[in-house]
């Protein structure tokens, strides 16, 4: 059985498998979870189990089973297929409860017979544009056009008015093909403004189901999840209990065996709306996991295997606060995330920071190429409250290394310390209602303007100092041994030019900053990808990306990367009567703004186009984006034709 066609990490799908020949091979990361759940290695259980998906999510599936003494295989390609003919099991739920609950329209149709709370809208297949237009139009805008076999928010648009639906309509069967292989959309009415929370349900083979709690998951571009957290700080007791009934009767009504989700949209009055079942893992069920104390993949097993349920409902606690970032290699300051790709040529996880868990199916090496979900990580960590939860969550992701490609970590970092999400005001609008003009990373305030002049000061005495004792020890280049002590600097960022007095004494420098002195101390290994630097008080974990012998340094502070020039006075004067390089005119020119494949051109030579007409689609990671022409004019020359692969900035048309 073959990776799943979306190529997400989520995993779709285990089989039993007696005998083959297959080899398994995958690192993952140690996973600080205490378990409630103790596997009893006397309980009968299976001898090998296929893994039909990839990356982090199989190996957190292996986990599990080395640690229940099963052996365990991993496919990869189509051509594996026949290898589970015969004698398989399947873990999961039946293909009655898969069949009924993946399909959007189903499953909706069957929550409404269960009376399960749902959401207006039209429950038949949508056959065209304008039957699209028309429905909409019955129902009143917004609305959300979805795929009906649709999953991680693809094959969705929201719509406003009769040209949105039409190009929804569009855009949104296009996707669903790449994705689904099926092209079917429904159309509900859009719930502006809500949370998504969602429920984990667990069933067994003897009519037994638990729900497990909630997680909240409004924090999404793209309808996609990036920041999760269980249990949500909106829920009261009763509100949990009622999305949990229903969520438990819509798993019996298709007689669910496994571990599911019943995902909700809930509005600010508490009302709640029944949105699909995922009849898989998901992506963050490592939160849930962290609350319960639940091997959620041992259950699932045990339930294959016939076993009932060992728990009731009041067996399932509520204990501490767990949040999950999903760490992918996106470039945030692009739509709040498009895809990035390449080679990680440095990579380490924050694995010393206390109470965290990462779930990753990479490695320093690994490539991120434009077929797969982006994913890199599921970075989690875990408090007795929230506040040390987000605590723990600031910390690890300062300290996460992550190289050759562009990754989220500015925008996640600054979502989890935004005074709106640390109150619990969010909504699935969040992104677009903070950062109206895009995101723009970390805005420095005063104090963290000083400190970040403060240590690019130092770090560039820093490096003169150890450059210095490295001739001083030398025994071919003889030089004259140097007692210099102060230094004057000229730190230029995007605000402007700042004069900085580095004084060293030892480890420590005490800098001076636009009148204000600091105290900067480190060890300045400058070779180690992470620096702890105290200033003053203040501890933080710097990242020197890059630095270069004309004074050019990439900082990670606080999160986002800052370009900063340090140069001594007498440089940054002869500085002056060098040339500026003229930025070259790129305004005729229409290039790729993510790695991915050309899907339509919708233009030739010699078309007139006006401004925001479309001119063609790009399509990563099974997403499409349309690209319209940023002004009017003539169309001089095509660069590209559908099925071509493109990378970011390539050129793709050119304006007379």
Known sequence: MAASRSGCSVWRALLTLKHTSFRSRCSFAVSRVLYSTVYDPNEATFDKILIANRGEIACRIIKTCKKMGIKTVAIHSDVDSNATAEGITFIGPDTHAIQAMGDKIESKLIAKKAKVSTIPGYDGVVKDAEEAVKIANEIGYPIMIKASAGGGGKGMRIAWNDDETREGFRFS????????????LLIEKFI??????????????????????????????????VVEEAPSIFLDPETRRAMGEQAVTLAKAVSYSSAGT???????KKNFYFLEMNTRLQVEHPVTECITGLDLVQEMIRVAKGYPLGYKQADIPINGWA??????????????????????????????????????????????????????????????????????????????VIRGVTHNIPLLREVIIHPRFVKGDITTNFLPEVYPDGFKGHILSDAEHKELLATAGSIYVAS??????????????????????????????????????????????NVEVDGKTLNVTSEWNLASPLLPVTIDDTHRIVQCLSRDAAGNMKIQHLG???????????????????????????????????PGSVITIAVAPGNEVTEGQEVCVIEAMKMQNSLAAAKSGKILKVYCKPGDTVGEGDI????E
């Open 652 to 655: 793709l048309i050119e304006f």
């Open 464 to 509: 003169l100092v150890k450059a210095q004792r490295f001739l001083e020890k030398s025994i071919r280049i003889p030089a004259a041994k140097q007692d210099q002590k102060s230094w004057e600097l000229s730190v230029q960022l995007d605000d402007g030019v700042h004069s900085v007095t580095v004084s060293r004494s030892g480890s420590s420098y």
């Open 173 to 184: 069967s296009q996707e669903a093909t790449s994705s689904f292989g099926d092209d079917r």
């Open 560 to 594: 986002t990367v800052y370009k900063v020039r340090v140069l001594t006075k007498l440089a940054a004067e002869l500085n002056k009567y060098m040339l500026e390089r003229v930025p070259e005119d790129t305004s005729k020119f229409l290039t790729s703004p993510m």
């Open 262 to 268: 019943v995902e909700f949209l809930v509005d600010s």
């Open 323 to 400: 949040i999950e970032c999903r760490v992918y290699a996106e470039d945030p300051y692009k739509s709040f995330g498009l895809p990035s790709i390449g080679r990680l040529s440095q990579y380490r996880e924050p694995l010393h920071v206390p109470n965290v868990r990462i779930d990753s199916g990479i490695q320093e090496g690994s490539d991120i190429s434009i077929y797969y979900d982006p994913m890199i990580s599921k970075l989690v960590t875990y408090g007795a409250t929230r506040a040390e939860a987000l605590e723990r969550m600031q910390e690890a992701l300062d300290n996460y």
């Open 192 to 225: 502006d403004n809500p949370r998504h929370i969602e429920i984990q349900i667990l069933g067994d083979k003897h009519g037994n189901a638990l729900w497990l709690n909630e997680r909240e998951c409004s924090i999404q571009r793209r309808n996609q999840k």
